[in-house]
């Protein structure tokens, strides 16, 4: 991890949370949101947001606090700044956006055992500047709803036919109903972490390749 | 017993933060009683409006407090006509023996003891399977102007009228079950229930002779 005052790359470090060291796809972290609400694409986008919204908040406040806590009790004042944070969460869905509420209920007060935005207070906020770390939870979060967003898309095409409420397939389509219940979301999962892993293995591969002719035009020069 | 300036240091943060957190949520919780009350009331009203049959009064207005033992009381909200005259009543019934827990029934009953509606106001059953009970029109209509009499109150796999559904059997057995209950539990109170009506009626009246 680069030390305090070099201000990172803005594009590497939102890269790096939103696709290459993405909470699901890389860390596999905020698994319990991840297979309980995205049954549906709706669902889990927006518990995508209200998670992004804590990672914001959280990346925000612990970056400009990171000087005066002492490291012997740096986990217990996280842990309370994000516990409150997400209570601020609950209860403005709860007033704003009362029928969401009713469907995620349990899963938003779990946002605060959710590892991936205590990870990134620990790892991230709590040695960089406060842009950096906003943009560090931006790319985190947006990542993590894009995960979110996609398996809960898969499992509502898959298991219903429907996506964000709308009939894709028509009424003939007969629901794989694997796809709704838990295991669903798991098989589901495999299938988008080896696609993942695949451009990811293209990127990496077109990244050598480049590598490589440079060295040749390198070699050729001398 | 003295501490060192790190340990002061160690207490005086978490004090702070602990401080300003809870400041922090005591005024955001002062901010959105207000919007969540209404929003509670928002929804309820939407859903009394599905279950209750044309009416002229404010049946969240009227609500009263039905005794269902010395701690327990049923919240019924009746529905007036022009008159004043009930029409229909609607409470919530609790099933306890869903897929995955509590079913909370929201009932509307006529007077003259038909179901004039349901709406299911919560659950957590299985999303695309047990949450027909929501989603599926159909089927909550079917409830719509059965009696204790008119209707075999099971689902057709227990040999009785209602549908369950593909995959999902629990759920909608507990539902009928539950409004079948509160049929009975209508049939048994309908009289009491008539004059807590005109004791608040009365009540009421009283209040507006104050000056």
């Known amino acids: 991890m680069p030390s305090n005052n070099d201000s990172l790359n803005k594009q590497e470090i939102f890269q790096d949370g939103f696709w290459f060291n993405n909470a699901i796809f890389a860390q596999l972290l905020g698994m319990c949101p991840l297979l309980g609400v995205t049954t549906t694409a709706e669902n889990g986008f927006w518990m995508g947001l209200a998670t992004l919204a804590v990672l914001l908040c959280s990346n925000l406040i612990v970056s400009l606090v990171r000087g005066f806590i002492p490291d012997e009790v740096r986990i217990p004042a996280y842990i309370v700044i994000i516990a409150s944070l997400v209570t601020v969460v609950e209860l403005a869905m709860n007033a704003w956006m009362h029928d969401m509420y009713l469907i995620l209920g349990l899963f938003i007060p779990l946002i605060v055992v959710n590892c991936a935005i205590l990870g990134r207070a620990e790892a991230f906020a709590s040695k960089n500047n406060v842009v950096d770390s906003v943009v560090d939870a931006l790319g985190m979060g947006l990542g993590f709803t894009f995960a979110l967003l996609l398996l809960g898309g898969v499992r509502e095409l898959l298991g219903q036919g429907e996506l964000f409420g709308f009939d894709v397939f028509g009424a003939s389509y007969p629901d794989v109903l694997l796809f709704i219940l838990p295991p669903g979301a798991f098989i589901a999962l495999g299938f988008i972490l080896a696609g993942v892993n695949l451009v990811n293995m293209k990127l990496q591969a077109k990244k050598d390749a480049v590598i490589i002719v440079e060295k040749q035009a390198g070699s050729e020069s001398v | ?211």
């Open chain 2, 1 to 211: 017993m003295s501490f060192d300036k790190a340990q002061q240091k160690i207490a005086l943060t978490l004090f702070v933060v602990g401080l300003v957190s809870a400041t922090l949520l005591a005024l955001v919780d002062k901010w959105t009683a207000g919007p969540i009350a209404e929003a509670q009331r928002q929804a309820l009203h939407q859903s009394l409006l599905q279950v209750l049959p044309e009416h002229a009064n404010d049946p969240l207005q009227d609500m009263f407090l039905f005794p269902m033992s010395k701690q327990e009381s049923l919240k019924v909200f009746p529905a007036k006509d022009k008159k004043g005259d009930v029409v229909a009543y609607a409470w919530q019934q609790v099933a306890p023996d869903g897929y995955s827990g509590t079913i909370k029934v929201l009932m509307g009953v006529r007077v003259s003891g038909e179901v004039a509606a349901i709406r299911v106001v919560f659950h957590k059953e299985t999303p695309g399977l047990g949450d027909g009970i929501v989603k599926n029109t159909a089927w909550l209509n079917s409830f719509i102007d059965k009696t204790l009499s008119n209707a075999k109150w099971l689902v057709k796999k227990d040999g009785g009228d209602f549908d369950q559904f593909t995959g999902a059997t629990i759920t909608p057995r507990a539902v009928v079950k539950a409004v079948h209950q509160g049929l009975i539990f209508y049939k048994n109170n309908q009289v009491d229930m008539l004059k807590r009506v005109y004791a608040e009626a009365l009540n009421k009246d009283k209040e507006g002779d104050k000056p």
